[in-house]
């Protein structure tokens, strides 16, 4: 049965669920559309499996009924295990966010193993997300990787439906939030003659509306087609209607100069997302990606939305902090097989520890702590907190530009800036594992403790090192940290 809800997109196709297929397989469920999928086939009575490099906890409190797998898809030897019993199994893998000197080779690595895995366990049919581009011309490494993962999987015995789709826009979204991020910190942008180049982007929602009704639809089965919004625009109107959305008054300048690499740089750097990201992106910008075969318009019926409708949606989902899943939630790559804080024994050999008592409750103290990083900021020495980020952005790490999904809320792998949420426990603790590029490995943790009729306020700081670079970090920053974190708690129980 449907559950009524304002956050599902699908309430409206024409298809009816088949929850008798059997059970469905969701790869790349903690991604940004995976994210977005498994709650809608969740609604729609599926029995659902997904995927995952490793296991959390998190999972099972956020996808009640949701049996999860641990497997990789470039590790042939777990895949048969997750595809066991499955009718249908969705490929929403990438590899974009190993940069570009690696993904093309991993991607078509992981395909392959994912075709015979699927085919050794009898699957049915494959549904596969990837991205438009005319193979007869030139295309970007990305964009022919794209086509090449569709063309593995299709080398299989296995019908595979495949859809294709250019920009995706959505709160969260990286494409969305270097157009968003452009307009607003940017007042005057240069226009190169590849800004100028058609697309036709497409909203999130409607992504999703595709990939449930392909399910739905038994005349996709082994078909390819291409999924876009209502619009073809060019990069640059698309900055321009995005600035009247904003109410921002910019000056586009056209310029001779075109070079990708120096462009995708300077973008990361006044943008959330990393120069890895945006130089894969910026590279498909010289390839027109328009949909040319719009049969599934007629199969999957439903109005899609307009670019300037989509872009509302998005605004109108981060201003009531309501945006589900992130681009973050997958970068930097394979964050989820890094090394954890207790899997360390003996514990980090450089320690650090700030407290103080305090009569506030512990639920007041826990939600003040939850609001570190993003845009908030970390309530005080800000300045040293964004010089640090600066400092790694330039350096093509995260930066603390990355920001954060929700601004008042936190679940376990939520990014803050350049920590990522190891673990939390309700009112008591909060634990980070840095993502900034470090001669070592480094965590902070927040915990409340009760000490007769207060709680103790604590933050300590977690640094494993071995090597001399390493240890000479530590001791340069030492004296920093009196003052960082000795205000940082002080700032968090006077909110409270």
């Not at 514990?347 to 826990?366: D, G, I, R």
């Not at 902070?444 to 000490?451: G, K, M, R, V, W």
């Not at 604590?458 to 003052?483: D, M, N």
């Amino acid at each position: 049965m449907i559950k009524e809800s304002q956050d599902l997109y699908c309430t409206d196709l024409a298809s009816k669920p088949n929850p008798a297929l059997g059970k469905i397989l969701v790869t790349g469920a903690t991604g940004y559309i995976g994210g977005r999928l498994v709650p809608e086939l969740l609604a729609r009575g599926y029995k659902l499996r997904v995927m995952v490099r490793t296991a959390s906890p998190d999972l099972e409190t956020q996808w009640p009924g949701v049996e999860v797998v641990v497997a990789d898809a470039l590790d042939s030897d777990t895949l048969c295990n997750a595809m066991r019993d499955v009718h249908t199994a969705y490929y929403l893998i990438h590899s974009l966010l190993l940069g570009p000197q690696q993904f093309e080779t991993a991607d078509i690595q992981a395909a392959i193993n994912f075709r015979k895995a699927a085919e050794t366990m009898q699957v049915s049919r494959i549904i596969y997300l990837g991205g438009l581009g005319d193979n007869r011309s030139s295309l970007s490494p990305h964009l022919r990787s794209r086509i090449q993962v569709a063309q593995e999987l299709q080398n299989g015995s296995i019908p595979v439906t495949i859809l294709r789709a250019a920009i995706i826009i959505g709160s969260g979204s990286a494409s969305y939030e270097i157009l968003e991020n452009l307009i607003r910190n940017v007042p005057v942008l240069p226009i190169p003659v590849w800004a100028r180049t058609r697309c036709q982007p497409i909203a999130v929602r409607d992504v999703i509306k595709y990939l449930v009704g392909s399910l739905e639809e038994p005349q996709t089965i082994g078909k390819s087609y291409d999924i876009g919004g209502k619009e073809i625009l060019s990069y640059e109107l698309m900055l321009k209607t995005l600035a009247k959305v904003l109410g921002k008054n910019r000056l586009f300048m056209p310029v001779p100069f075109s070079n990708i690499k120096i462009f995708s740089y300077l973008v990361s750097l006044v943008t959330p997302v990393p120069h890895h990201i945006t130089l894969c992106l910026m590279e498909s910008s010289f390839n027109e990606v328009i949909c040319k075969n719009n049969e599934i318009r007629e199969l999957i019926p439903f109005q899609t939305l307009a670019f300037r409708e989509a872009l509302v949606r998005a605004l109108s989902r981060e201003e009531q902090d309501r945006v589900s899943t992130r681009w973050s939630d997958a970068y930097p790559p394979a964050h989820e097989l890094s090394i954890k804080l207790a899997e360390l024994s003996p514990e980090p050999n450089f320690t650090t520890v700030y407290s103080l008592l305090s009569n506030k409750k512990a639920s007041n103290l826990y939600k003040s702590i939850c609001m570190i990083g993003g845009k908030e900021g970390w309530f005080n020495s800000n300045w040293m907190w964004k010089l640090r980020g600066n400092v790694d952005r330039l350096l093509l790490g995260v930066g603390t530009s990355r920001g954060r999904r929700s601004r008042s809320s936190l679940r376990i792998n939520d990014v803050i800036d350049f920590w990522r949420v190891e673990d939390l426990r309700q009112n008591k603790m909060l634990l980070l594992r840095a993502e900034m590029k470090l001669p070592g490995k480094a965590w902070l943790q927040f915990d409340i403790s009760p000490q007769g009729a207060m709680n103790r306020l604590s933050v300590k700081a977690f640094y494993q090192t071995h090597s001399f670079l390493g240890k000479a970090y530590w001791y340069f920053f030492l004296p920093f940290h009196h003052f960082i974190f000795r205000d940082l708690i002080a700032q968090i129980e006077k909110i409270s």
